[in-house]
């Protein structure tokens, strides 16, 4: 026997892999084939009492099936029920329940779908109508329980389908509070670990909710008195449940675990799980019911083992283990089995593979009915979860259903097997466009069907165009896969599908698209409220593709708030406020990809106020003040500010900073002052900015004492020569200490060990001491005093009495002169006793009483110079050379300078003279003119002599060359013989002493133009021979043009040009096309004629070695040509720099040219 089922099982593999193994394959519905079941109800069916009861069973098919059902395993006839039909082209049963109980209508029902070619069978459905009893009435006698012992309220809900959710609530239809001291259990008994007084109450009320009848149940009120006596001894934990050390638990794989520990004792237990035989699956455990419930989903066979739970107080500990079983109704193992199609003559495997604790057992059927009652089928056999099928014909085609089961479930599944003998046909749509992003995979589908199943082969552009095997592949089911697809992947594809009974061909076309990419993302971005904030994101996409841009807000859409301003590539939201808050993403989608990225915006503000002032810890000069801080708006509070009001010694509303805190704290230890009402308020600081002030604090009232701190800044100076001013900062109100303040003034001279003198003062910051020594030292003291004590003794400060003007001079005083403008002056100082005050330091008072020269006034205007603090010398700058000084030296102190010192005088050398006074020209003729001048002002010195010097000036203020002339002392006029007619000079006039020259005095001047040159030269213009020339050197001047163009036109060249052309000059230039001009030759780079130039830089012509020359073509001497061939000698005439060279003392005769440029207005 086993080796029967052995050899049969090498059987069924030589056929698996020799035979024809199809996948899950969807046959074209035009094509035969038997139903297929594509929509049931699930296998529980919960009646809705409110609706119509709508049991599906969709299936296909060709021709379209037909249906009818069973209920409770027997024929179910429609027809036979006026309250059910069934749904056109469909096997739904919808049955009308408003008009009958629903409880007729549950029972097991089962579809049955069936055309020629077979029938496909559903799921057995459970309908069951929901059910919610009424709670039993029962009379509930109220607790009386002693404070900490542990209590249990039952709950005992009535037994309704499906269970309902358990939940505890009061009077007014609040949920009881729950706690790791009180919580709810699963089978929804309400547990105290240990009772407190305030769990006093009589309204604890357990609730019944049935989801699917909209009902809610309620037990009877139960009733708790907590005694009011002493609690129970605390006591270490013990379990309520599991009541047993050890217990079991079965759950099905899939489903979920669920155990509890409950534990009572005193204090509160903690509870903590674990497993015995392995970790807990973090992703599938969590915790509930403040960790007395373990929960774990989804569970499987690894899940099986010891769990165990710990209940923890400071009294000890105690253990429960409970051991969890996993049983599993029936569930595939590689899914459920697929349909089949065959091609006559081919071999196939039906498989229905699945697992279940304990072992499933599998019945098969055909077509409905046992496959043992079916009819025999020589190309079948059934071997345990597969039906082999081998050498297939045609007619064999049926709906197999394999069903396996166990005790705690079952698994239905139907499979055809239809034979078909068809040609290859595609599926795809043809020319379909596939689009995907360059370097993502690319998929082009090539669905296809046929029988025999078809060969897939795929080509590009033509059928000649193979795929690289290592960047493609062709799966099982005819996609064609680029694993990296590129843009030279872009084009035509052919996908072929062929078999025994044909080919067909179908085209696809693929478009390799660039990412879509975020290039500048948003940025994260803290703003205040009421701002505006932007976000920027700008997006790169293929140009072919059409963008959306998405924005969201903590992965939900934007607030519809028109605040909210979406563009292009940004988002803008104005005035922001707290609700703003969040993750803002920016999504660019394509209809190939996406980009997005994501930005945090937080919004900050100046925090709210402290609250809830307390004083605390109160004593007599501190004070312990807590608050509970605002709301700090994103923003974190750096330092509270702690400000006080004293309403004894000012008015309500003077707020005075105290201390300050870190923001961390809540509390601050104040130091305070004695004899103050003080109130309190609590400021907040953030980088925004500082909160509102809290409200105040209660008053707090300090008793009065002694001052603890004398007056400050205690100060001794004199108004008077005979007086002593005591002044001194008085206190202020909460330096007072106490009421009636008053200062106890001392004072007495120094260095004599003399008995202090006091007096007191009162509401005053001063005192006067009259009848003092001028100017001594005093020793000073002010103290505090007030109607409960005096201050410690105060610190000693210094003065001095008032200062009288000083009674001596500065003795010795000397000057010595160290040039023509600075002397020094030297002094002893005056004693310090002879000052009488502060030293401020020394004047010196200096004049010029008059010049040496005796030409010179009298001088008699003083200087002083001030010099700070104790000098004994001092240098008088700015002195006037060749003078005579007077001077005296005094010293000064507060009260007023002291008399002065002797009268010294002293004399200052000679120096250089200032410029003369004056210069003017007179008897200006034709080559001559006069200079007339007055001597300097400060002559500071004796005269020597003057030194004149002049030089003429062309019209573009070019000096020419400069003549100079050495004139006597006495002189005060020159007259200048040969000078140039009609030419500016401008003189520079120098006075000079033993010392040097002094600086000049300039005066510039013209001489007149001679009257016979003016009129030869005006009548020369008017002269015919004049015009004639001029009219000429027109006329040659066209006629030289014509040539040029002429010759320009022919190729040909000017005589001068053949023999410039012998020339080797490398400074040679040719003619210029443009303008029709010849080069030109220069001596200097500087000057050569722009391009298109008419006239030379110079205005002169230089003749070279060459003797032909255009010149030779004119008339007249005086006439010039350029070698470009314009005329210059009327224009040009003497070349500026010549006359700035030559001068008008040039020897050549003003040519009637010449003469015509001197009436011709400058161009």
């Keep these: 026997m086993v080796r029967r089922r052995m050899m049969a099982r090498a059987r069924l593999l030589m056929l698996v892999l020799l035979g024809h193994l199809a996948n899950a394959v969807e046959v074209p519905l035009d094509l035969a084939q038997p139903p297929t079941i594509t929509h049931q109800s699930p296998k529980d069916y919960i009646i809705d009492p409110r609706e119509s009861i709508v049991i599906h069973c969709d299936a296909k098919g060709k021709p379209h099936p037909s249906f009818s059902w069973t209920r409770n395993g027997s024929h179910f006839d429609v027809e036979q029920h006026a309250n059910v039909h069934m749904k056109s082209h469909s096997g739904t049963l919808v049955v009308d329940i408003s008009r009958e109980r629903a409880e007729h209508y549950e029972g097991v029902y089962q579809c049955t779908a069936r055309n020629k070619h077979g029938t496909a069978v559903s799921n057995n459905i459970v309908v069951r109508q929901p059910r919610s009893p009424l709670w039993s009435k029962e009379k509930i006698k109220p607790i009386v329980i002693q404070e900490g012992v542990s209590l249990k309220l039952p709950c005992r809900p009535p037994a309704g389908f499906p269970p309902p959710i358990v939940f505890w609530m009061d009077n007014n239809f609040q949920r009881l509070p729950q706690s790791n001291r009180v919580s709810q259990s699963l089978n929804g008994d309400l547990y105290f670990s240990n009772v407190l007084r305030e769990d006093s109450r009589n309204d604890y009320i ?57 534990a009572e004792g005193l204090p509160t237990p903690d509870i903590s799980w674990a497993k015995v035989s392995g970790e807990l699956p973090a992703t599938r455990t969590s915790f509930l019911h403040y960790h007395k419930t373990l929960r774990v989903v989804n569970v499987s066979e690894a899940d099986a083992g010891e769990y165990r739970c710990t209940a923890r107080n ?103 097997v239809n034979v078909l003998s068809e ?8 020319n379909k466009v596939y689009q995907v992003i360059k370097n993502h995979p690319a998929l082009m589908d090539c669905a296809s069907f046929g029988s025999p199943v078809p060969q897939i082969t795929w080509f590009k552009d033509s059928r000649f165009g193979t795929l690289d095997a290592e960047t493609h592949n062709v799966h099982d089911n005819g996609t064609l896969e680029i694993h990296v697809a590129q843009s030279r992947n872009s084009g035509k594809y052919t996908c072929v599908a062929q078999n025994s009974l044909g080919i067909y061909e179908n085209h696809v076309h693929l478009e390799v698209k660039e990412a879509t990419r975020i290039l500048k993302q948003p940025e994260y971005r803290v703003i205040q409220r009421g701002r505006s904030v932007a976000f920027e994101c700008k997006v790169k996409h293929d140009p072919s593709l059409v963008p959306t841009m998405t924005w969201l807000k903590d992965h939900g859409e ?25 993750v803002y993403t920016c999504i660019m989608n394509t209809t190939l990809d996406h980009d997005s990225a994501s930005a945090e915006l937080t919004v900050v503000e100046r925090p709210e106020p402290p609250t809830d002032l307390e004083l605390t810890d109160q004593k007599k000069r501190s004070v312990q003040l807590t608050w509970i801080p605002g709301d700090e708006h994103n923003s974190p509070i750096q ?26 704290k809540t509390t601050a230890h104040l130091k305070l002052s004695p004899y103050v009402h003080y109130t309190f308020r609590v400021l907040a600081v953030n980088s925004m900015g500082v909160s509102q002030p809290s409200l105040p604090s209660k008053v707090f009232k300090t008793d009065a004492a002694a001052p603890d701190e004398n007056p400050a800044d205690v100060h001794g100076f004199g108004t008077e020569h005979d007086n002593l001013v005591i002044s001194w900062k008085p206190l202020s109100g909460l330096q007072a200490n106490g009421p009636g303040l008053h200062y106890r003034v001392m004072w007495r001279q120094k260095m004599m060990d003399s008995e202090w003198t006091a007096v007191t003062v009162a509401n005053n910051s001063k005192f006067v001491v009259s009848g003092t020594p001028t100017f001594v030292p005093y020793e000073i003291k002010v103290q505090a005093v007030n109607d409960y004590g005096a201050a410690p003794d105060p610190p000693v400060a210094h003065g001095y009495s008032g200062e009288d003007l000083p009674v001596s001079a500065p003795d010795s005083v000397q000057a010595y002169v160290l040039n023509s403008t600075l002397a020094e002056v030297h002094w002893v100082p005056v004693p310090p006793k002879l000052i009488r005050g502060y030293l401020k330091g020394y004047h010196v008072y200096y004049w010029r009483e008059r010049s040496l020269h005796k030409n010179n006034p009298h001088h008699t205007e003083k200087q002083i110079l001030t010099l700070n603090g104790n000098h004994s010398h001092a240098k008088l700058p700015g002195l006037h050379p060749f003078s005579l000084y007077s001077f005296n030296v005094r010293v000064y102190n507060g009260k007023g300078e002291g008399p002065p010192s002797a009268t010294q005088q002293f004399e200052t ?91 000049a005095v300039t005066q510039e001047a013209l001489t007149i133009m001679d009257e016979a040159v003016a009129s030869r030269q005006v009548d020369i213009a008017t002269q015919g021979w004049f015009i004639g020339l001029m009219c000429a050197i027109a006329l040659l001047i066209l006629i030289l043009l014509i040539i040029c163009f002429i010759q320009r036109n022919k190729g040909g060249k000017y005589p001068v040009k053949e023999k410039e ?14 303008d029709c001009t010849f080069g030109e030759y220069s001596d200097n780079e500087d000057h050569k004629p722009l391009k298109g130039s008419r006239t030379p830089s110079s205005g002169t012509v230089k003749r070279d070695d060459s003797d032909d020359s255009l010149v030779d073509y004119g008339e007249g001497g005086d006439g010039q040509f350029n070698e470009d061939g314009s005329f210059i000698g009327q224009y040009s005439g003497k070349s500026a720099s010549r006359d700035a060279v030559e001068g008008p003392e040039s020897s050549e005769a003003p040519s009637p040219i010449n003469a015509m440029n001197s009436l011709l207005p400058a161009f």
């Design 909 to 999: 050398p000679e120096g250089v003279p200032g410029a003369p006074s004056s210069l003017t020209v007179t008897n200006t003729n034709v080559d001559s003119l006069s200079l007339d001048w007055k001597p300097p002002h400060e002559r500071n010195g004796v005269l020597t002599g003057y030194t004149l010097k002049y030089q003429p000036v062309n019209s573009s203020n070019e000096l020419g060359p400069e003549e100079e002339l050495a004139l006597a002392a006495n002189e005060t006029s020159v007259t200048l013989l040969n000078l140039k007619y009609s030419t500016r000079y401008k003189f520079y006039l120098n006075a000079k002493t033993h010392k040097g020259v002094g600086p």
């Design 423 to 430: 040609p290859p046909r595609v599926l795809t749509p043809a």
């Design 206 to 262: 357990c609730y019944a909710r049935f989801p699917h009848t909209q009902t809610i149940q309620q037990k009877q009120p139960i009733t708790v008195k907590v005694l009011d006596q002493e609690p129970v001894d605390e006591r270490r934990p013990t379990f309520l449940i599991p009541a047993v050390p050890s217990s079991s638990k079965m759950v099905l794989r899939g489903h979920v675990l669920e155990m509890e520990c409950i």
């Design 558 to 582: 934007l607030p519809d708030d028109e605040r909210f301003i979406v563009d292009s590539d940004s988002l803008t939201i104005t005035d922001v406020t707290e609700g703003d808050a969040g």
């Design 1061 to 1074: 052309d012998a020339h080797t000059d490398p400074e040679f230039q040719p003619m210029k096309d443009e």
């Design 639 to 664: 330092k509270f500010v702690i400000q006080f009001e004293d309403t004894l010694h000012h008015h309500r509303g003077h707020w005075h900073n105290l201390t300050e805190v870190s923001g961390s």
């Design 314 to 416: 400071r009294h000890g500990t105690a253990h429960r283990t409970v051991h969890v079983t996993i049983k599993a109704a029936p569930y595939w193992i590689n899914g459920a089995p697929r349909n089949l199609v065959l091609a006559p003559g081919e071999n196939g495997v039906v498989t229905c593979r699945a697992s279940g604790t304990p072992k499933p057992s599998i019945r098969w059927a055909m077509n409905g009915i046992p496959i043992d009652n079916s009819p025999k089928d020589p190309s079948r056999n059934v071997e345990d979860d597969s039906i082999i099928f081998s050498d297939v014909q045609m007619g064999s085609s049926a709906v197999y259903q394999c069903n396996i089961s166990n005790e705690y479930g079952y698994l239905l599944a139907n499979a055809f």
